[in-house]
């Protein structure tokens, strides 16, 4: 059966849905490559909840999803920007999420790194930001997980220059107790963090943010970057540290990022890799056994839908990540926290819908099919 799918000037075009999924099995950890996806929350759809208030979770749905992840041999990349931090999903709900992961982690003896900012405070002067990180941070490490020191709004606002950076992350990195990641995440993903690091242009913010690492290269693990720039990540990933890896960010790029050059590669911490997890993960096996070529012929063809999640304003992708989970089976409703479902147009998810079922990421090709004609009935879009 064909689906009337809506195009963007209104019209429809026909789309035969493709009748096989991929045959992806779960497997064992990856080795070449460390390898996060960062994880959407699911919604409680029952919750009597509005866009204002706290976020109501599924925790059975959102603990599967994580399963689902490490089942593959990814890592889960907890409580940062593709489980809505700051766009649904409050602090006090970040450190439940944290916790309820990294216990489940232990468990089943996945790889977890939690996210730890300042979102408890909306601004501040620069000694209540660093304590806020602390208040963070303590969570993270008590629950066991590697802590990925994220952006953080305030601080962008507070910040007079490089110093006050080179300072609070000095201090944060002093006191870690083991190695983290640090987050560079562009105004693209957050139009608040323009000027991070102390200044708008990118290249003094590069020279601020080697110092930061330069300093304290013991406590760094890596760097994950998400400025859809590749040629700033080669070269950034090429003046770190020895021992400093790279975790690319880079939804546009991540294929030949990965792969690398004669120079290095960078690792992974991408968003995108919560609806290509399955196939991401078969990607780097072939990797693993060094078949470069036949790791690109894999992960190439996700490009397009990579691109599309993450067109502008990019940090609406959560909406299309979601939506796929959804069409996946991998939750039973199209709700997120925070109503942001709403955020993407309906000719942007019929889209979102045609490329990943052309990448066969749907393990039930026929109940993607039907999610997809019950939500185009919904709309009123004629079949």
Request: with cysteine.
């Amino acid at each position: 059966m064909t689906l009337r799918l809506p195009l963007p000037d209104g019209s429809t075009r026909a789309y035969t849905p493709r009748t096989e999924p991929l045959a992806l099995s779960p497997a064992g950890p990856l080795t070449s490559r460390t390898v996060f996806s960062a994880a959407h929350v699911v919604a409680d759809p029952y919750a009597d909840t509005t866009p204002d208030s706290p976020a109501a979770v599924d925790w059975d749905a959102t603990l599967a999803f994580r399963r689902h992840l490490w089942s593959h041999g990814l890592g889960v990349a907890e409580a940062m920007d593709t489980a809505q931090r700051g766009m649904g999903l409050d602090w006090a709900g970040a450190a439940e999420l944290i916790r309820r992961s990294a216990a489940e982690a232990r468990a089943v003896g996945g790889r977890i790194a939690c996210g730890v900012g300042t979102d408890q405070i909306t601004g501040g002067t620069l000694p209540e930001i660093r304590a806020a990180y602390e208040e963070q941070l303590a969570v993270a490490e008590e629950s066991g997980a590697q802590a990925v020191l994220m952006a953080s709004r305030a601080l962008a606002a507070a910040a007079t220059g490089p110093e006050d950076y080179l300072d609070l992350y000095g201090h944060l990195l002093r006191q870690a107790g083991e190695p983290v990641v640090l987050h560079w995440l562009g105004p693209m993903f957050d139009p608040a963090l323009d000027g991070y690091w102390g200044s708008a242009d990118l290249d003094a913010a590069t020279e601020t943010f080697l110092d930061v690492i330069g300093a304290h290269p013991d406590k760094v693990d890596g760097i994950k970057v998400s400025l859809l720039d590749a040629r700033r990540e080669v070269e950034l990933r090429r003046r770190l540290p020895e021992g400093v890896r790279c975790y690319t960010g880079d939804d546009f790029h991540y294929p030949e990022l990965i792969a690398g050059d004669e120079q290095g590669f960078s690792h992974a911490l991408l968003g995108v890799f919560d609806p290509l997890g399955p196939l991401a993960a078969e990607a780097v096996r072939i990797l693993d056994t060094g078949d470069v070529a036949g790791f690109r012929k894999a992960l190439d063809p996700t490009v397009a839908l990579s691109r599309h999640l993450f067109r502008a304003p990019t940090r609406f992708y959560k909406t299309g990540v979601v939506f796929l989970a959804w069409l996946a089976g991998h939750q039973e409703h199209f709700t997120m926290v925070g109503g942001l479902q709403s955020a993407r147009s309906l000719p942007h998810l019929a889209r979102a819908y045609e490329l990943a079922d052309g990448l066969g990421l749907f393990p039930d090709p026929a109940r993607a099919e039907s999610r997809m004609r019950s939500l185009l009935t919904v709309h009123g879009v004629p079949q």
